[in-house]
């Protein structure tokens, strides 16, 4: 399903979460060394942000870390993604490489060159390295993540020296919604292992 075209879309704060998942990402707010581009506010980053904010909130529902993550082409979304790592048990079904390989699917091309990424969370080493890989034209991101944010926040492989690809990054698109979400879900975890621990059925 592809954005919509309203007027200007809302980021809404209001997340679902369920179950539990290990690693707080947001556990620390320290966000020093950021180098991502300032906060965009143009009505197509909104919109799309939205978009990947949609699947953040249905990966909470299926006990998995709300990240969303959604590829545009010529304003049209061409790949989705959410975190699948638990329901797959898979390190690597992170929801910006389920997202990229169903855009390289939809473009028949494993170049992404005319591309733009929207995540919810900053994109860690790996899924930062993909987006090399992948000669994304974009990445937009929307909360930075201080334990594996690898473009912009702990380093920036986006620009990083010798690579034959490198990508403008935004950071900061619908912060507090994207952040909300993690925090709420993890806010969840931690109260079901208390009544866990205390003996009561969650």
């Known amino acids: 399903m592809a954005g919509s075209a309203e007027a200007t879309p809302r980021c809404s704060l209001t997340g679902n979460t369920k179950e539990e998942i290990a690693g707080d990402p947001l556990a620390d707010e320290a966000t020093d060394g950021n180098t991502a581009q ?99 034209a974009r990445c937009v991101y929307g909360c930075t993540d201080p334990k594996a944010g690898f473009v912009g926040t702990l380093a ?17 698109v619908c912060e507090e919604a994207c952040r909300s979400r993690l925090q709420d879900f993890f806010r969840a975890v931690r109260a079901n292992k208390k009544l866990r621990r205390d003996g009561r059925v969650v």
């Open 38 to 136: 300032p906060v965009s506010t143009s009505e197509t980053d909104l919109r799309f942000m939205a978009e990947a904010l949609k699947l953040a909130d249905y990966a909470a529902t299926q006990g998995e870390v709300p990240v969303g993550c959604v590829i545009v082409f010529e304003d049209r979304i061409i790949g989705r993604g959410y975190n699948l790592r638990e329901s797959n048990q898979d390190p690597i079904a992170h929801a910006e490489i389920l997202a990229i390989s169903e855009a390289a699917k939809a473009m028949g091309s494993w170049r992404l060159e005319d591309c733009t990424l929207y995540v919810t969370l900053e994109p860690c080493p790996m899924c930062a390295g993909a987006l090399v890989l992948s000669r994304i």
């Open 156 to 172: 920036d492989i986006s620009q990083f020296p010798g690579l034959n690809h490198h990508y403008p990054v935004t950071g900061g």
